[in-house]
């Protein structure tokens, strides 16, 4: 079965407009600060997305549209906008790992870290978490995180990454980052919440890479 086309749209970049080739797509997007972009399936989506302000047209769809009644459960509600997403990529093809954090009200992104070779998402999902909390830290800032794996925070409330990766030359950097990590978590406090990102009912976490 013929892989099915992906449309990248970039908002913000290098060149922007839309392109269907991932590598392309990077080559904007790359190391280039604040840039907004995101998949979608048909090119008549991507057309209509791009036509829109990024994160008008990410908040509409993904954070603070309000669904039917009957969609979301009472007792999740909706996202808090005052707050940090944070997210991973793990490449199956090379290993590669990396991690960014955006801040939900506006979708600008606060941090984006890596690849690092032969990573694991779940190691990618921890740093991200400790990464916001380090960083809210830093600006004495209490607003909540939101991650959308479990693993992740669990291992933040452990304060330990139980992670089954074998060290090797390669992933050196990744083990020395998962150290510093454990540390910070093991010599610091915080109030910050770390909350479930309900992709279900909320649409993607908006600081997804936007590759699936």
Known sequence: ???????????KGRETGIYTDWKECEAQIKNFDGAQYKSFDSLEIAQQAIERNYWEYIARKEASAKPHPNTVPAAIGQPILDSLAVDAAWNTASGDMEYQGVYLGNGTRVFLQGPFHDGTNNIGEFLAIVHALAYLKGKNSLIPIYSDSKTAISWVKKKHANTKLALTPRNKPVFELLQRAERWLATNTYSNKILKWETKHWGENPADFGRK
């Not at 079965?1 to 908002?11: E, G, I, L, R």
């Open 1 to 11: 079965m013929a892989k099915k086309t992906k449309f990248y749209v970039v908002w």
